[in-house]
């Protein structure tokens, strides 16, 4: 029998006061896009907001719907925005906001399975990390290096392919 371990790195910041005037700028927008998103069932707003490698900006946003839970994560919303706008187009970096409308909106919030599934797929087919900066409305920013970090056993073509 062996045993292994998994681990990765990352960063937490105390506010976004620490980081780069691009980071400061792209979670800002995330932040704000929040009160776009249409959460008339789980009342948690949440906004992905990424910038290409060639600089493009492009967001998305959760939608819900009556046949709850059948609506769609803000960042699924983005990837299949920017698949359509962007084609081929790798992400440098995404920040992901959210608006807890029933709570504390003050810490960072990681993306649920089936997005941390569609992220690690992206970044795949891109073949570019993609870097994620997750936090709330204010408070503490956790700076993830790339999306395969929060999915280390993905399910990927490989599998289907039986490489």
Same mark, same amino acid.
């Given at each position: 029998?062996?045993? #292994?371990?998994?681990?990765?790195?990352?960063?937490?910041?105390?506010?976004?006061?620490?980081?780069?005037?691009a980071?400061?700028?792209?979670?800002?927008?995330?932040?704000?896009?929040?009160?776009?998103a !249409?959460?008339?069932?789980?009342?948690f707003?949440?906004?992905?907001?990424a910038?290409t490698?060639?600089?493009?900006?492009?967001h998305?946003?959760?939608?819900?719907?009556?046949? !709850?839970?059948?609506?769609?994560?803000?960042?699924?919303?983005?990837l299949s925005?920017?698949?359509?706008?962007?084609?081929?187009?790798a992400?440098?970096?995404?920040?992901?906001? !959210?608006?807890?409308?029933?709570?504390?909106?003050?810490?960072?919030?990681?993306?649920?399975?089936?997005c941390?599934q569609?992220?690690?797929? !992206?970044?795949?087919?891109?073949q570019?990390?993609?870097?994620?900066?997750?936090?709330?409305?204010?408070?503490?920013v956790?700076?993830?290096r790339?999306?395969?970090d929060?999915?280390?056993?993905s399910? #990927?073509?490989d599998?289907?392919?039986?490489?």
């Amino acid at each position: 029998m062996a045993h #292994t371990q998994h681990q990765f790195e990352f960063e937490i910041y105390d506010s976004d006061a620490d980081l780069t005037r691009a980071d400061q700028q792209l979670l800002a927008q995330a932040r704000q896009l929040c009160e776009q998103a !249409y959460a008339p069932y789980s009342h948690f707003r949440v906004a992905a907001v990424a910038r290409t490698v060639a600089g493009h900006i492009l967001h998305g946003t959760n939608q819900e719907n009556a046949s !709850y839970p059948v609506g769609i994560c803000a960042e699924r919303t983005l990837l299949s925005a920017l698949s359509s706008v962007y084609p081929g187009e790798a992400i440098d970096t995404i920040a992901i906001s !959210y608006h807890n409308e029933q709570g504390d909106s003050s810490q960072p919030a990681s993306p649920c399975g089936i997005c941390r599934q569609s992220l690690v797929e !992206y970044e795949q087919r891109m073949q570019h990390p993609i870097r994620l900066l997750l936090s709330g409305q204010q408070g503490r920013v956790m700076i993830i290096r790339q999306a395969t970090d929060l999915l280390p056993f993905s399910f #990927t073509a490989d599998d289907l392919l039986g490489k």
